[in-house]
């Protein structure tokens, strides 16, 4: 058993101050004030830390196979590391292979995660259609825990699909109650200019932007919306889209339009995209350059303050890391055309602290905004609610003791993702997770990571209730 002393709660809803009883299944028993140690339990002082739930991280790729090579932070390591910035649970892709089943897919992944150190979740990627795919997606929902599918409208000749496909998956997951979510770029462009900026010689990480201009994300985002209102009963209709890694002001605007419209339609944000702009891709070293090549990539800076806008005024709900590493030898492998620099950043070890700083610290968001974009709202969108992101006698004791005002310069040296750099590095940041805790138990100790391998487990989100009236829901 573990007692949490004198720190100050806070959820989305509200801060009070009070103790946390956790129990030996890893669960918060108790909440209140002057709580007595059961006899044998371990306490910790909180006074003067704040006590959130642990971060959730719903947008990961570890080991994941991609454009020839594979993400270098796998379950452990990069579960491990998310501990260690306070994020204890992951949302991961499991992405089929070409013609592989979506069952099988998700088995193997299954098999992948089971080293994972936090507790984990999959969203499973839909890249091509048939009867398989229609009767896997059945079985996924109703025996695997999948409750969202992937659809990416970029990456052509790999992970793209079609509108047509698209419609299919969507009236398909609205069927059993599921969740869409989309990488929002138009592929066919983004390989039209990628040509184009090839036969020009334009062979460098600059021209990766210039490739994927933001009209070509805000054109994806609304059309994605357009095929998602076709078939929508607002009334009936939980939850018919979520956009993730939203780096643009034309995105921002689509959804905040869509919702206006009552539509359900989510946004998701990644920290480096509020944060770093384009001139990263203008670095005279061509690993710096390279480093930052991701998609979407780094937009111009005018785009930052909509995302922010979006967060704040809630249109936008959910933080997320595209959490995906590549290495040097790995980036290298793009060094004479940009188009083979493996997309990807990590950040899952810096999130919670970069939102702190430039969030909360910028005044930009309430402690409980915070603890909304980072954890509540994802549990909520992706039925994790209120086992995760939550702070209530039953809730599984994810927590994070969040030191407010301690800063820190970030060096990749210090970290403990798989991968030789970081994005912030040389940043001084306010705002870090002293300690966190993952089923009850301290993994990351002031400095001290004691995660376990294979100590995560696997978690099943229930179907989202498509079908029945909203009063009708429990
Ligand atoms: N984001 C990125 O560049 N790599 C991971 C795959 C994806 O999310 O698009
Ligand atoms: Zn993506
Ligand atoms: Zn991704």
Redesign the pocket.
Known sequence: MLLIKGGLIVTAERRFDADILCDDAGRIARIGADLEAPTGCTVIDASGLLVMPGGIDP?T?ME?P?MGTTASDDFFTGTAAGLAGGTTSIIDFVIPDQGQSLFDAWRAWRGKAEKAASDYGFHVAVTHWDEQVHDDMGRLVREGGVNSFKH?M??KNALMIDDTVFLRSMQRARELGALCTV?AENGDAIAFLQAQLLAKGETGPSSHPLSRPAAIEGEAAQRAITLAELDDTPLYDDTPLYI??VSTEEATQAIAAARLKGLKVYGEVLPQHLVFDDSVYHDSDWLQAARHV??PPFRPKAHQKALWGGLISGQLQTTAT?H?CFCQDQKMRGRDDFTKIP???PGIEERMSVLWHHGVVSGRLSAEEFVAITSTNTARIFNLYPRKGCIAPGADADLVLWDPSASRTITAGALHQNVDYTLYEGMTLTGLAVKTISQGVVVWDEGTLRAERGKGRYIRRPALGRGRPLWQKV
């Open positions: 947008h790729h994941m991609f990416f970029a990456y990488h993730v890694h991701m998609s595209d995906c997309n990807g950043v």
